[in-house]
């Protein structure tokens, strides 16, 4: 079956930066387009960033262009976010999410896998 397991997160001060990964097996990485979703305390989970299939096409939430680079490698079923300058409003459990098909989305409603989430606390 579809896995997709998460890695990274944990506390960190204002300012720093934090690197999670999406480990996938059981679906051909290659032909699906994943993303990073976030859920913060008392809201509902919202759109960080999405990626292409092959990796050429990226699309980010107003609120972390910039700071946020997602990436993949399709050689080791892979995903990454590297966060930077975080800031005390990007704590959230954050959650990777992939769909097959070959066009970017920040849709939530389009992702059919789900990683286990994972806690990012940013502390000021």
């Given at each position: 079956?579809?896995?997709?397991?998460?890695?990274?997160?944990?506390?960190?001060?204002?300012?720093?930066?934090?690197?999670?990964?999406?480990?996938?097996?059981?679906l051909?990485?290659?032909?699906?387009?994943?993303?990073?979703?976030?859920?913060?305390?008392?809201?509902?989970?919202?759109?960080?960033?999405?990626?292409?299939?092959?990796?050429?096409?990226?699309?980010?939430?107003?609120?972390?262009?910039?700071?946020?680079?997602?990436?993949?490698?399709?050689?080791?079923?892979?995903?990454?976010?590297q966060?930077?300058?975080?800031?005390?409003?990007?704590?959230?459990v954050?959650?990777?999410?992939?769909?097959?098909?070959?066009?970017?989305?920040?849709?939530?409603?389009?992702?059919?896998?789900?990683?286990?989430?994972?806690?990012?606390?940013?502390?000021?």
């Amino acid at each position: 079956q579809v896995q997709l397991v998460q890695s990274g997160g944990g506390l960190v001060q204002a300012g720093g930066s934090l690197r999670l990964s999406c480990a996938a097996s059981g679906l051909t990485f290659s032909r699906n387009v994943m993303a990073w979703f976030r859920q913060p305390p008392g809201k509902d989970r919202e759109f960080v960033a999405t990626i292409s299939t092959g990796g050429a096409n990226t699309l980010y939430a107003d609120s972390v262009k910039g700071r946020f680079t997602i990436s993949r490698d399709n050689n080791n079923n892979a995903m990454y976010l590297q966060m930077n300058s975080l800031k005390p409003e990007d704590t959230a459990v954050y959650y990777c999410a992939g769909r097959q098909g070959a066009g970017i989305s920040r849709r939530r409603d389009e992702f059919v896998y789900w990683g286990q989430g994972t806690q990012v606390t940013v502390s000021s």
